[in-house]
């Protein structure tokens, strides 16, 4: 079956970090262009991070651009978000989704959800001021 699990969520304190993680489970992730969403109670769901599957660039949203890190593990194949200097805006079930494009240099964060075709089932991530 193919599925990714994402995990890591939890309750913060505002200035805290936490690492999500998101393994695909029954395919590799080679080749998949990876994202991060979140969604905030009441909120529309909105792009937190993506890589691209050549020169593994990655992209950011700019409401988390330099405090939210995207990586990679290929051999647990397994994608992290590590977020640092959480703020109670950032409060949200984040979600991995995966999308099959080989050969793909450039991702876009803003406006791509309906691209994914796998998604986790979430994660809870809530941070307290």
């Known amino acids: 079956q193919l599925q990714l699990v994402d995990s890591g969520g939890g309750w913060v304190q505002t200035g805290g970090s936490l690492r999500l993680s998101c393994e695909a489970s029954?395919?590799?992730?080679?080749?998949?262009?990876i994202g991060w969403f979140r969604q905030a109670p009441g909120k529309e769901r909105e792009g937190v991070s993506c890589?691209?599957?050549?020169?593994?660039?990655?992209n950011y949203a700019d409401s988390v651009k330099g405090r939210f890190t995207m990586s990679r593990d290929k051999a647990l194949n397994t994608v992290y978000l590590q977020m640092n200097r959480l703020k109670p805006e950032d409060t949200a079930v984040y979600y991995c989704?995966?999308?099959?494009?080989?050969?793909?240099?450039?991702?876009?964060?803003?406006?791509?959800?309906?691209?994914?075709?796998?998604w986790g089932k979430g994660t809870q991530v809530t941070v307290s001021s």
């Open positions: 890589m691209s599957t050549i020169g593994v660039t990655i």
């Open positions: 989704a995966a999308v099959w494009k080989p050969r793909t240099r450039i991702c876009l964060v803003r406006g791509q959800e309906g691209q994914y075709d796998k």
């Open positions: 029954g395919f590799p992730l080679d080749g998949y262009i």
